[in-house]
């Protein structure tokens, strides 16, 4: 059996996140992501379910569901997010960490892309 030649990902991430519309993209559906993320982690922390959450900021079951898949078009409000940090006993915390290439999480090497740096591994656009 043949086997089969894959591509590294380094240089096609690269030469994709040269068109700046696609880094904004990238970057804001990985923002949609890590807030999907973090009201699960939240709800789940404070033993809440779906229902119960939606009930405790007067709105719905399936706006709950819709912003933990993280898949909805929309972007929560900011209002959204503190009243459900405040249902579930969290603080609602917001900020741009302005990073460079000696600061990722992860440890890997971030490429350059039109004098920008982003890290492949972790998403971080620097």
């Known amino acids: 059996m043949k086997k089969k030649n894959y591509k590294l990902a380094k240089p096609f991430f690269q030469n994709l996140l040269k068109d700046k519309e696609i880094r904004i993209l990238f970057e ?3 923002a949609k992501t890590e807030i999907a993320h973090a009201v699960r982690a939240a709800r789940l922390k404070a033993n809440l379910t779906q229902t119960d959450l939606a009930k405790k900021i007067d709105t719905t079951q399936s706006v709950i569901a819709r912003l933990e898949s993280g898949s909805d078009k929309r972007v929560p409000s900011l ?17 741009l960490n302005i990073l460079g290439p ?8 971030p490429i350059e892309v039109d004098g920008s740096y982003i890290c492949y591994f972790c998403t971080t656009l620097l």
């Open 28 to 30: 804001e559906e990985k």
């Open 102 to 109: 000696a600061n990722l999480l992860c440890g890997t090497e």
């Open 79 to 95: 209002g959204l997010l503190a009243r459900i940090a405040a249902a579930c006993g969290a603080s609602f915390e917001f900020g």
